[in-house]
């Protein structure tokens, strides 16, 4: 390995750099600008070039467009457009407010790969999935004239889990027991760290008392009536006390994998009418956009093969029998059902398989 950064590392900062409105290029396609954090003096030096606002196909049926690439949508962009109307498109806020964006020409035929790499960067950044994209003959001329990060197509679409590290683990007593460790474990790919609690000595031969904890910083930390999660955190961790071992893995795949900033555009959404599933597919992203093959990577790291596992979620087992962890016994996780969440479960339960 030479001093430059591979395509992983440069992955990471196009992730940086979208984040502060910075363009990014796709090697051999063009080069992309996030749509919320798109500056208006950037955009107007788009205009002229062919470019368009690439969205995914749930934002695409919420805005009445055809998206004829069928997971992605090229959306012209007018000779008048300004960053206002690409917003306008990226973020679902207003669309109450204005439904009417149009009249929107979605773009038909030719080639789809770079709406497609910059939708899928705008989501692993956590910002609204939404690009202004823009094809370009030399992206090596263009990205070294103005001094851009340069990332592969290929590197883009990989869909190969980043490999963990176990950084460290140290002792942490708990009030639900003294016997605690924490271990930090760490992705290659400059992404997330995650965190696993174990509780006493678990039997690596035994399947091991376990949850598959999602962050959620209102309902874990705040104590949020809108979603069950602090309650199930601590019913969690209360119930490997009592037994004395378990292991929790705490995942920061925060609203699902969407982000903080997006969850709490799904919750003004919901504000408004629509339900969990709904606000997500507005913002233009799948009901659960987590990446499960994390938990089960840990958990055989740490030497867990089979597990007990605290959930309602079918969806969570399924991944974790197909990522090589058998869960041999679902123990069920009720806690925190109040008037505010309610609906919020029932939707859980009646779109995303949730047992009651
Ligand atoms: N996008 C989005 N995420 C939400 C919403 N409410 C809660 N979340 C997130 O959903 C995740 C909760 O996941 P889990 O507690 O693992 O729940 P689950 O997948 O329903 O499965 P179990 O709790 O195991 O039954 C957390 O990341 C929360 O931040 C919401 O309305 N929208
Ligand atoms: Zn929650």
Redesign the pocket.
């Known amino acids: 390995m030479g001093f430059a950064p591979d395509d992983t590392e440069r992955l990471a900062r196009a992730r940086a750099d979208l984040r502060m409105g910075v363009p990014v290029v796709v090697a051999g396609m063009g080069v992309m600008l996030a749509a919320e954090t798109l500056q208006p003096a950037r955009l107007t030096l788009l205009h002229g070039m062919g470019a368009a606002v690439a969205i995914t196909d749930w934002r695409a049926q919420t805005l009445k467009v055809a998206a004829y690439d069928g997971d992605v949508a090229r959306i012209a962009l007018p000779a008048d457009a300004d960053a206002r109307w690409v917003t306008a498109l990226a973020n679902p806020a207003d669309d109450l407010r204005s439904p009417m964006k149009g009249p929107l020409r979605a773009q038909r035929g030719g080639d789809a790969d770079l709406a497609r790499a910059a939708v899928t960067l705008c989501k692993s950044a956590r910002l609204l999935p939404a690009a202004v994209i823009a094809p370009l003959d030399d992206t090596a001329r263009f990205a070294a004239e103005h001094g851009l990060t340069v990332v592969d197509a290929a590197a883009v679409r990989t869909t190969e889990m980043s490999p963990l590290h176990g950084i460290v683990s140290a002792r942490l007593p708990m009030s639900v027991s003294e016997a605690g460790r924490l271990h930090v474990f760490r992705p290659d790919d400059g992404g997330e760290e995650h965190y696993a609690v174990e509780i006493g000595q678990p039997d690596r031969s035994k399947p091991v008392l376990a949850r598959?904890?999602?962050?959620?910083?209102?309902?874990d930390l705040l104590g949020s009536l809108?979603?069950?999660?602090g309650p199930?955190l601590r019913g969690a961790l209360a119930q490997m006390g009592t037994e004395g071992h378990g292991v929790l893995l705490y995942l920061n795949?925060?609203?699902?994998g969407?982000g903080l900033a997006?969850?709490m555009r799904?919750?003004a959404l919901?504000d408004q009418g629509y339900d969990?599933v709904e606000?997500?597919h507005r913002l233009g992203f799948h009901d659960?956009e987590r990446d499960f093959r994390i938990g089960a990577a840990i958990l055989k790291q740490m030497g867990f093969g089979a597990v007990r596992l605290?959930?309602?979620?079918p969806?969570?087992i399924a991944r974790m029998e197909a990522s090589g962890v058998s869960v041999v016994e679902r123990v069920p996780?009720k806690v925190g059902e109040n008037a505010h969440n309610h609906a919020?479960l029932a939707t859980?339960a009646a779109k995303?398989g949730?047992l009651l």
């Open positions: 598959l904890h999602s962050a959620c910083f209102t309902g809108k979603c069950d999660c199930q795949q925060e609203g699902r969407i997006n969850k799904a919750y919901q969990t606000a997500n659960d605290l959930t309602n979620n969806a969570k996780l919020y859980k995303s949730h």
